[in-house]
């Protein structure tokens, strides 16, 4: 008689193809849970972890999808600005966009934006070691979670509007501005009691060459 | 004002356990009909033929009623299913139907819908495809079917015709699955036979489509999955990446597997057991479960007690539940209606290594013809070949 033991999504690289997580018998949190590392947990445990996280592991990065990058529908503005206010909180943190999910010829600009064809470019040459995605339609979330995992060793964490992402590390469903709130409040908490964030030293937001750029009026051109 | 603004919009919950239901003996196609009625459905296109031709007429009739807002006959079954994949892209609630050679046709569109992730509903009246040419029921199609990646239920008889078409609707249009849902049922047996179905009052429906809490954004001519039916073929590795395409096909297994939580929320469950401690047991799906019933039964008068697993979901598969309910067991039968027995094979390779059980290979009928209990008793008394 065969049996199974459970399925871990741990960081990577994976592996040419790691299969689905859903596949693997990892499900979905209800309201009010998490997933870490395919495991069910409360969604304060959750939180715990994505702050742990976003402080200790090397160049935390942002990935805002459209739908927080457009004010397409009431609400939108408030859950970017508190988005935005989550960035503050973490040192060193770079915000770089997934705008939308259109083939990018003839390569992408790993600097400008991350792309669900190719986002392994983008975690390679910025040397992300933890990202959070937010805003990103699900679809395209699952392909891109399950590439990361393939091929970098990147911490993933979703802030997920729907059902949430068996194939991220740590992940928080039905997340509305008061769950992103309440995770900007566990990474204050974390370093009111004394965690020393990995880049303690670096202030705010830091913002990628091609950011710099466009921020000084310049015309930005990838090398 | 048109029918479907009167109707009452109630959560699907409301709609499927607690509105009051009444019963009426109707026929497997009108069950269709009234699902759709109760559906909020935007939209039905189909091209006739049978047995799948007398509920699309009858749709029409509810689109002439004011109950959807647009109906028409596609020029054939390519048409009528790339017509589906355009509407639901637009984010409005689908129904198509078609029958064996119909749905053979078009069965490039029907792969493709899924990882367009497309929410729609399919409704297949399932007959004979291959030559000599008959309308007689036979589900040989529906082992094409669970290789496209479409969620895939069979109903056994009018009212599992009712309820799973209208769950269809809303499992289809879950953010994790947005996927289309076939909801299959044999021609003629069931489609053009009556049965008691208690249904909820007309006057209620489903909540309209939500298309902006789906898994893609809807129609948009410069993003994937749009894009990829106008550009050239996506295997370009400077289109998207191998690794993404791979990823992409991941993706639809896994909303598939998404899907086993609404299925089990809105349907009871992927199977249904009868005498569950029986070391005998039968594994059937569609109107093979109806005559099994029956020979369960029988078998009981003559002293022997048999096991009945119902299949509801051929995909997702209920593998997990296949092993826990066979796991006593020691013979296992699985009666089809058709001649290469697809839900065997299926049977066989999620149970491989898991029970002790001998699997019959049979018994199978096809070609339109029926299967008499007396056939599925052979198999259980005399200990047909394995």
Known sequence: ?223 | MIKTEKQRVVTPEYLFFEAPRTRSYITGSEAANEAVRRGNVDIAIAYPITPQSETMQQVGELYAEGYLRDYYRAEDEVGAFAAMSGASRTGVRCLTASSGPGLMRGLETVASWPGHRLPLVFLIMCRVINAPLSIQPDNLELGYMLLTGNVVLHAENQQDFFDYTLAGFVISEKCEVTLPVAVAVDGFFVTHARGWVEMPSADLKLPARECYSEAVPMIDNENPPIRIARDAPIQKSNFISYQMHAAWQQEIQAALERSRQWITRYLGGLIEVVNPGAETMLIASGSAVSQSREAVRQAEEAGKEVGLIKIKSLRPFPGEELRQACAHAKRIIVPEFNCIGWLNREVRSTLYGWVDAEIADGPRVCGGITMPTEMILEWVFEGKPL
């Open chain 1, 1 to 223: 008689m065969k049996s199974c033991t459970p399925y871990c999504i741990t960081t990577g690289p994976a592996g040419l193809l790691p299969p689905a997580a859903a596949c693997c018998g990892i499900v979905l949190p209800e309201k009010g849970q998490g997933l870490v590392e395919g495991r069910l947990v409360s969604e304060e445990a959750a939180l715990e972890v994505m702050a742990q996280e976003l402080l200790s592991r090397k160049n935390p990065t942002i990935f805002p999808g459209p739908l927080v990058l457009w004010a397409w529908k009431e609400g939108v503005s408030e859950k970017a600005a508190s988005v935005l206010e989550l960035a503050e909180e973490i040192p060193g943190v770079r915000i770089i966009p997934m705008p939308d999910y259109r083939p990018i010829y003839p390569k992408i600009d790993p600097e400008a934006v991350i792309n669900p064809c190719h986002p392994n470019l983008t975690i390679w040459y910025n040397k992300i070691e933890v990202c959070v995605f937010v805003g990103v339609h699900c679809h395209f979330a699952n392909i891109t979670l399950r590439m990361i995992r393939a091929g970098t060793n990147c911490y993933t964490i979703t802030l997920c509007h729907s059902a949430g992402h068996e194939d991220s590390m740590a992940s928080l469903p039905f997340c509305d501005v008061e769950q992103v709130r309440a995770l900007t409040e566990a990474v204050r908490r974390l370093k009111r009691q004394g965690l020393r964030p990995r880049h303690g030293d670096a202030c705010g937001i830091q913002l990628t060459h091609a950011q710099q750029a466009v921020e000084a009026g310049l015309v930005w051109r990838p090398a």
